[in-house]
């Protein structure tokens, strides 16, 4: 039997990374099924882990340090607490919600719902609020029944007016539970004994409120009770709830188990009961009934929530497993009923819950109900039955038949009155109730059960509503949803602005067009109104198209204008051509409407050919323009602009090419040039750019029209930098008189062509000369001018030119006349009279060139005495006066104005003794240095160099590129240094010698200036320094003399210098003349590399400082010995860290011994120390070494231990290590000591893995298998380090020694899962035996991939399925067992497997699989497969393989689906077993097969009950004729008269009756004139009779036709004598209506009577039918 409960695993916690020792109730809280929070630490790191059930694989994690950590049950906002700081988080916000410090500490919290967390001190419970400022709320304080508890839980019920409290606490060898109930509204607390509880809401049958209920199971020494208690007092009319108390089963294995959670299921009304041990019992909350109790985990489950998703309840058990218990609803019920034998409590659930399984039982209850007449006992069993079975027509017929008792309501009406107390009525039992309802005119309760929702609508309860009341028709079809029908009635209402949104809202479309035709012809204004509704959406209702023509039936052009602008708002393309319909009916009709919908730039999509026709015809030649594209057309409009805007105009040539822009303004000068000028100016002028200025001055000037080119030209004029432009104004200008202009754009203008201008002036011969001379001034054309104007006579402009016009002109007009040979009076005159400014120089230049300067005397010197300081006045003066003679040189010397070197460079051929005095004067360097050269004035030169002091000068002259060089340093030594008694002319010439790299001619002239006795510059310390360093640098042989007869130099300084030289005897020297002795020693050590000479002059100094820097040399020479004791004569511990280093190297460690022991004195420090110990292990001294190290010191011990160990000094390192303690490396030097059990106990001490690992090691490899396994155990708990140990074994060959430690840490508290899969392998290899019982207990722990590669290396196939199984690997399990059957494969695990495979491929494999080996289990397997299997495929292998009857069974079970290959396949396997009557059950109830090729096929049979299904069969696919041939074969002549009639043929049937006749079976002949009666003709009958002489048999057919023909002739004749009345008006149509409209048929067009005849259907007969009424009036007729 299955079980009641599903039992499903959701998680292990360690598969996503949580250590076990995290999942426990202090790390791990689940406040909901949502998420699980724990913290853990990793790395020595807090962390706060949040794992979201939905998406598991995803955990987030948070360095978070707090005491602990719960999440709300809703949402992502999670409560932390540290101490007695609480703070409240959102995670996906990132931001602090809530905070606040208690005052006391909180033990336990809890969130209670979404918006509230429970905290509790040690006395009291505080209530937290999430909402906006809210501080912890006092509940209530701590009954003293929970002192000592450790509080496990807090509850409260929905409306938080009860409250619970629950602690354990130890108690006489067991624990106890106790709680503490309180009540919000009484303020009252009452203690309890119990270890858990939950709150519930249960609704009591005969209640209306459902109640509270407190439910609470105890384990006390007794045994175990559960309790179910209402707490609260009902409220009226609500009656109290039964109490229930039952005892709680524990099994005699778990005596000391006891309950630790309890959840409700408020869906099915259960009792979730979860004890220590792991077991899961359910109750029923009503009665209290154990339903199911079993052990659902070995491990304690200690936190548990409600699975909202079940209903049921989801926990964590200690080892990480995440599972939930729900009810199994299609297996409860039957549980109950058959395992319990229960089925009272069975009838409660399935009622309360709607579930299945009780069908029985409610049957058998309902029918012995009413069987005893309790018909309102059998009403209300059957309106409670789940799932309505009982509900049904039958039901209704049932309680129909019972007639009613008098003075009694009937049982129908009792039975209608108890389903509307209960529920809602189904389809069928609405009907039933409406009918008689409606027919008694109280639709009053149709409407009183439609709003209690009493009713399941549907679409034959609203066409009956209607009937009577359309309005609640409409309700009923609305409610029933049936879209249809509900716009057919919204339109006979007239509700046309609900249709749209109704359709909307339900995603109906209607046939809107003839709904608004209808709309349109009753009232237009909602028809447009409800047009506009069809297109509010981006995409309309109905086709636009259609609803215009609506518009244009009514010819209401002004609505549909309206309704066109709103629907062609958004200017699509598709909709061109109705932009273009609106814009033709608006053009005919009202042209002013068109043209404001045309100046809305509305629309670009329409027909604008067409258009602009239309508006030029209707008067609108603005909008014609507009969208004319033609050229002829355009230019036959443009050229009236009178009726044209002209600004407009103007703007509707910029959208015109160039060539047709062109074309039409010449056909507007060609048409009316003076009408048309000034805005073709306009236009020529705001696109001159695009047409180009060119092409419109030619457009001008072939019209000879200089007026409209002025205009234009100067409209562009003052913009364009075109030259042809300016000169064509220029030139219009001109041709109009506008002088003035001609002047204003010479002037301005920089654009024009100067000379091409000048000589349209030249030629223009204006009458004021102003423009020419304006043109030739600004162009430099001057010169020009002047003898323009000279040889015509126009002196009188040359003077206005330059004394008014420009004066700076004037040396260009002088020479000019110069040039034309004009008087110097003239000139002179001129130039006099000139008082504007000019430029000099200029001036001196034009007349220099002509050799006149002396022309210029008086002028210039009248401007000197002026006092005039202009350079080229008193250049001009120079010049004549060196060309005079007239005293030069004093002019030179005095005057302050003139340029010197225009000047020295004009008397440099004439005088260069004058050009020296020139450029001197002016400082003219190059020039003074280039003309001394070229004349050999090198004395001069050295001077002027010297009183110059000018360092780039000097670089200049001393350049080796100069060839007078030595002349001039001759001079410079001679003559210039020995007359200057300055000493900055002498310091600038040394530099200047220096920079010129002259160390020879330097050296020379500071001797003659440092050594000669006679020298002012003799003890200068400066010059003394640059003779001995330029003696350094040129002539080493000259320095030792210079040290010894200079006594006034820098000593240090050229001491560095000398040994940078390499000079270092003469820097001992030095060092030594002026008793600088550490110096001196170390240009001995270190430049002459002489220690014995160093050694002497130390002996001679016995300075401290010497015997240091001597020591320093030795050491670093490795004169170790040497070394160390001038270091003690010096007493000089400085250099220890060197002398230590180069004594370690060297080994000379007694010496080191000696200098640390003397460092030791002078200075503490820990390195001399350290080194002290290290020489004392190194001497083997080790007494000297514990002395040492016991007594106060500084050195690093640990330092100096692990040195000794490295070097093997394991003694010493011995020592070191047990003086300060250090296990660890003791441990490892006791190792190579070869004391193992002193290394175990040590590295036991230590407690480090790496000192566990060496200590193993060393072990094993010495074959101590035990200590070696003590060691192990502390390694393998840590899983970076267990792959190495195992190696380790391996590669000695030790494998069940490692298998032997492996198991033996499995019990250990921190075994991971590391080491199951290891210890899984190793089965694998060496004891595969256990392998399978290793992965039966422990699969959940190990690496399952890594195992599955062993195994499958192994060849252990039984433990690969397993591992595949358990990893859902269900395809490699399946292949598994089906390439391994032997070993792997197993029925029940295969089944259960297989379906679970996401190859579907592996099905078909399996199939094969089992017909090769397990052909009779075939079957089995296939119902398993069923739900996933392509059925067509599958029948197509078995046919391949020739075994479908084989799986008969399987074909049956499947054949619901109605698969073609399927039925074929059973239908194949019918007919070969000859099973006709399963067969033809198989054809009605399933249709989807090739009917034909069967009927084909068994048309053929040799039984006959199978022809007659081949008959059937055509008769099925309409071949009547087919089939009626067949029954004849086979003489079935009932089945050909049914199959005749059926098919509404009256040939077939004519021809079944002449059949009949010529057999001569007159009985069927009649039986068929009553089987076919609406399809035979009368007077084929009567033939057929006559003819036969059967007339006897015909006579009731003829009789029934007679009747029926005389019966219509009466109505007609008197319907033709009763003149109907006539109407004035005619009804108001109804909106919608099947037929098709007449709006154009007249008087006399409507559709003519059908007039009967012989041979035509008689009337009535609208419906194939069987037979025909009369039948049952003549007892006479033949039955067959």
Not at 136 to 154: E, T, W
Not at 1048 to 1061: L, V
Request: aromatic share 10%; hydrophobic share 40%; charged share 25%.
């Amino acid at each position: 039997m299955a079980l009641p409960i599903r039992f499903q695993e959701h998680l292990q916690l360690q598969n996503v990374g949580i250590n076990v020792p995290a999942i426990g109730f202090a790390t791990l809280t689940m406040e909901s099924d949502k998420f699980i929070c724990v913290r853990e630490k990793v790395a020595e790191t807090a962390q706060v882990v949040i794992i979201d059930l939905a998406d598991a694989a995803n955990p987030i994690r948070r360095p978070i340090t707090a005491d602990s950590a719960i999440m709300n049950p809703a949402s992502k906002v999670i409560a932390l607490k540290a101490g007695k700081s609480l703070q409240i988080f959102n995670i996906e916000m990132k931001s602090r919600m809530k905070a606040h410090n208690m005052t006391d500490e909180v033990i336990f919290w809890k969130w209670v719902n979404v918006n509230t967390v429970a905290l509790v001190t040690e006395t009291s419970v505080y209530h937290w609020s999430m909402e906006g400022d809210s501080q912890p709320v006092k509940m209530f304080d701590r009954h003293s029944n929970l002192a000592g508890c450790q509080i496990i839980s807090y509850r409260a019920d929905a409306a938080l007016k009860w409250l619970l409290l629950i602690g354990i606490a130890a108690q006489q060898n067991r624990v106890a539970g106790n709680m503490q109930l309180y009540s919000v509204e009484r303020k009252v607390s009452q203690p309890l004994e119990g270890h858990t509880a939950a709150f519930a809401q249960f609704l009591v049958p005969g209640n209306t409120e459902p109640s509270t209920l407190f439910t609470f199971a105890v384990r006390t020494p007794t045994g175990g009770k559960l309790h179910v208690i209402e707490v609260g007092t009902p409220t009226a009319p609500n009656q109290p709830f039964q109490k229930k108390a039952v005892d709680v089963y524990f099994p005699p294995e778990a005596q000391a188990d006891f309950p630790v959670a309890m959840q409700v299921s408020t869906k099915y009304d259960v009792v979730y009961l979860i004890t220590k041990f792991g077991y899961i019992h359910v109750y029923d909350l009503e009665s209290a009934t154990c339903i199911f109790m079993n052990r659902i985990s070995g491990e304690t489950i200690f936190v548990t929530a409600v699975h909202e998703a079940t209903s049921g309840i989801i926990g964590v058990n200690r080892k990480g497993q995440v599972l939930s218990v729900s009810v199994d609803e299609s297996n409860v019920v039957p549980y109950i009923t058959n395992t319990l034998q229960n089925p009272d409590l069975a009838l409660r659930i399935a009622t309360r819950n709607d579930l299945a399984g009780a069908e029985d039982l409610f049957v058998k209850k309902f029918n012995l109900l009413f069987s005893q007449g309790q018909f309102a006992e059998a009403a209300r069993v059957a309106a409670k039955t789940p799932k309505g079975i009982l509900r049904t027509p039958e039901t209704i017929q049932r309680f129909q038949m019972v007639p009613p008792q008098p003075g009694q309501t009937s049982p129908l009406l009792q039975y209608f009155g108890i389903l509307l107390e209960t529920s809602q009525l189904n389809k069928y039992e609405a009907l039933q109730l409406c009918t008689p309802v409606l027919a008694q005119g109280k639709k009053q309760l149709i409407e009183k059960w439609l709003k209690e929702d009493k009713l399941e609508c549907s679409e034959e309860l609203g066409e009956l509503v209607k009937q009577f009341d359309p309005t609640l028709a409409l309700s009923v079809f609305l409610r029933a949803g049936i879209p249809g029908k509900v716009i057919q009635c919204f339109a006979e209402t007239g509700q046309f602005q609900k249709i749209v949104l109704y359709a909307k809202k339900v995603s109906y479309t209607p046939d809107y067009i003839f709904l608004l035709r209808n709309v349109m012809r009753i009232n237009p204004e909602q028809g447009t109104e409800f047009a506009k509704m069809l297109i509010q959406d981006e995409e309309p209702l109905a086709d636009l198209n259609q609803i215009v023509d609506v518009f244009m039936e009514m010819n209401m052009v002004q609505q549909c204008t309206a309704f066109l602008l709103d629907a062609l708002k958004n200017n699509r393309p598709t909709e061109g051509h109705l932009q273009t319909r609106l814009l033709e009916m608006n053009l005919m009709t009202a042209p002013q409407v068109a043209d404001a919908i045309l100046g809305n730039q509305m629309f670009t999509h329409y027909d604008k050919a067409h258009i602009a026709q239309l508006c030029e015809k209707a008067g609108l030649l603005q909008r014609a323009l507009e969208h004319y594209t033609d050229i002829y057309d355009i230019k036959r409009a443009v050229v009236h602009t009178h009726m044209l805007n002209p600004e407009w105009l103007v703007n509707y040539f910029g959208s015109m090419s160039v060539e047709n822009s062109l074309d039409c303004l010449k056909a507007m000068l060609q048409a009316n040039i003076r009408q048309n000028l000034q805005v073709v100016v306009k236009i020529a002028s705001k696109y001159h750019e695009q047409l180009k200025v060119t092409a419109l001055i030619d457009l001008f000037e072939s019209f000879k029209s200089y007026e409209g080119l002025f205009y234009f030209l100067g409209s562009i004029v003052n913009f364009s930098q075109d030259p042809e432009v300016h000169f064509k104004y220029i030139q219009a200008a001109c041709k109009t008189g506008q002088i003035k202009e001609v002047e204003r754009i010479c002037r301005e203008s920089n654009c024009y062509d100067a000379e091409r201008v000048k000589n349209f002036l030249k030629e223009a011969k204006l009458t004021d000369q102003l423009p020419l001379i304006i043109v030739c001034d600004r162009f430099d054309l001057a010169h020009d001018l002047v003898l323009h104007l000279y040889r015509n006579n126009l002196q009188k402009y040359i003077e206005i030119y330059v004394q008014k016009v420009n004066p700076s002109r004037l040396p260009v007009v002088v020479g000019a006349l110069l040039d034309v040979d004009c008087s110097d009076d003239i000139v002179k005159n001129l130039v006099l009279s000139v008082k504007g400014a000019y430029s000099t120089d200029e001036l001196v230049a034009e007349v220099e060139k002509r050799n006149r300067l002396k022309l210029l005397l008086p002028l210039l010197e009248s401007r000197a005495h002026d006092g005039v300081q202009e350079k080229a006045t008193h250049n001009a003066l120079a010049k004549i006066y060196i060309d005079s003679n007239n005293n030069p040189e004093r002019f030179l010397r005095e005057n302050q104005f003139y340029d010197s070197r225009i000047v020295g460079r004009y008397c440099e051929k004439r005088d260069p003794h004058l050009a020296c005095v020139a450029y001197e004067r002016g400082q003219c360097d190059q020039e003074l240095i280039k003309v001394c050269n070229e004349n050999s004035l090198f004395k001069m030169e050295a001077r002027y160099l010297v009183r110059r002091r000018d360092p780039k000068l000097w670089a200049t002259a001393l350049d080796t590129s100069n060839s007078y060089r030595r002349q001039l340093i001759d001079q410079v030594v001679q003559t210039a240094l020995s007359e200057t008694q300055d000493p900055e002319d002498v310091s600038v010439a040394v530099r200047a010698f220096m920079s010129a790299d002259l160390p020879n001619e330097l050296i020379e002239l500071l001797e003659k200036i440092v050594l000669d006795e006679t020298s002012i510059f003799r003890d200068h310390r400066n010059l003394q320094n640059l003779l001995i360093l330029t003696a350094v640098n040129a002539d080493k042989s000259r320095v030792m003399e210079y040290i010894n007869r200079l006594d006034n130099y820098d000593a240090p300084d050229i001491a560095k210098i000398a040994i940078e030289s390499e000079l270092y005897e003469e820097a001992f020297a030095i060092f030594k003349k002026f008793d600088v002795n550490t110096s001196a020693i170390e240009v001995l050590i270190n430049h002459i590399r002489n220690l014995d000479r160093a050694y002497e002059f130390a002996e001679r100094c016995n300075n401290p400082a010497v015997w240091s820097l001597l020591a320093k040399a030795q050491l670093s020479a490795r004169m170790v010995k040497e070394a160390i004791d001038s270091y003690i004569k010096a007493d000089d511990p400085s250099s220890y860290t060197e002398v230590i280093q180069v004594a370690n190297e060297s080994g000379n460690y007694e010496d080191l011994v000696r200098y640390l022991q003397m460092a030791r004195k002078k200075t503490r420090e820990t390195f001399i120390e350290t080194e002290l110990v290290f020489a004392f292990a190194k001497t083997h001294r080790l007494a000297d070494l514990e002395e040492f190290i016991s007594g106060p010191n500084h050195a690093q011990i640990l330092q100096v231990g692990e040195r000794c160990y490295q070097e093997g000094m394991y003694e010493a390192a011995k020592l070191l290590f047990n003086n300060i303690s250090n296990f660890g490396r003791l441990a490892s030097t006791l190792v190579h000591l070869g004391e193992f059990q002193a290394a175990v106990d040590s590295a036991r001490k230590a407690n480090s893995t790496r000192t566990w690992k060496e200590v193993c090691c060393a072990c094993v490899a010495s074959q101590e298998f035990r200590l070696a396994q003590v060691c192990g155990l502390h390694i393998v708990v840590h899983a970076d380090e267990l792959e190495e140990l195992i190696n380790f074994y391996q590669n000695k060959g030790y494998f069940f020694e490692l298998i032997a430690l492996l198991e033996a840490g499995l019990g250990l508290e921190r075994a991971h899962m590391g080491m199951f899969t290891e210890l899984a392998i190793l089965y694998s290899k060496y004891k595969p035996t256990k392998m399978k019982e290793h992965l039966e207990l422990f699969w959940s722990r190990v690496n399952i991939p890594k195992v599955l590669r062993a195994a499958e290396q192994a060849h252990l196939w039984s433990e690969l399925v397993f591992l595949y199984d358990k990893y859902e690997e269900y395809d490699n399990a399946v292949i598994t067992m089906m390439n391994h059957p032997t070993e792997a494969w197993k029925e029940s695990m295969f089944k259960d497997v297989v379906t679970k495979v996401a190859n579907i491929e592996l099905y078909y494999k399996a199939l094969q699989f089992y017909l090769d080996h397990k052909p009779l289990l075939i079957n089995d397997l296939l119902v398993v497969l069923t739900p996933r299997m392509d059925h067509t495929r599958a029948v197509s292998f078995f046919q391949r393989c020739g075994h479908l009857h084989l799986v008969k069974p399987y074909l049956k079970a499947v054949q619901n689906i109605n698969n073609k290959a399927v039925n074929e396949a059973l239908n194949q396997v019918l007919i070969e077993e000859e099973d006709y009557d399963n067969l033809r059950k198989s054809i009605d109830a399933y249709d989807n097969f090739d009917t034909i090729g069967l009927a084909q096929q068994l048309e053929k049979h040799e039984l006959l009950e199978f022809r007659r299904i081949s008959a059937y069969l055509y008769k099925n696919n309409n071949r009547w004729a087919q089939s009626v041939d067949l029954c004849k074969k086979d003489k079935l002549y009932r089945d050909a008269m049914q199959f005749a009639c059926e098919s509404r043929n009256t040939e077939i049937t004519e021809g079944l009756i002449a059949w009949f006749l010529e057999i001569g079976k007159k009985d069927c002949f009649a039986a068929c004139l009553y089987t076919c009666y609406d399809l035979l003709r009368p007077d084929v009958i009567m033939e057929l009779a006559w003819r036969h002489n059967i007339m006897d048999f015909a006579m009731p057919f003829l009789i029934q036709v007679t009747k029926e023909y005389l019966t219509k002739v009466d109505k007609l004749h008197q319907t033709s004598a009763e003149k109907p009345e006539e109407h004035h008006e005619q009804p108001q149509a109804p909106i919608i209506t099947n037929l098709p409209l007449m709006i154009t048929s007249g008087p006399g067009m409507g559709v003519p009577p059908i007039v009967p005849g012989m041979g035509m259907m008689p009337p009535g007969i609208g419906v194939p039918q069987a037979g025909m009424p009369f039948m049952a009036q003549q007892p006479f007729f033949p039955q067959y």
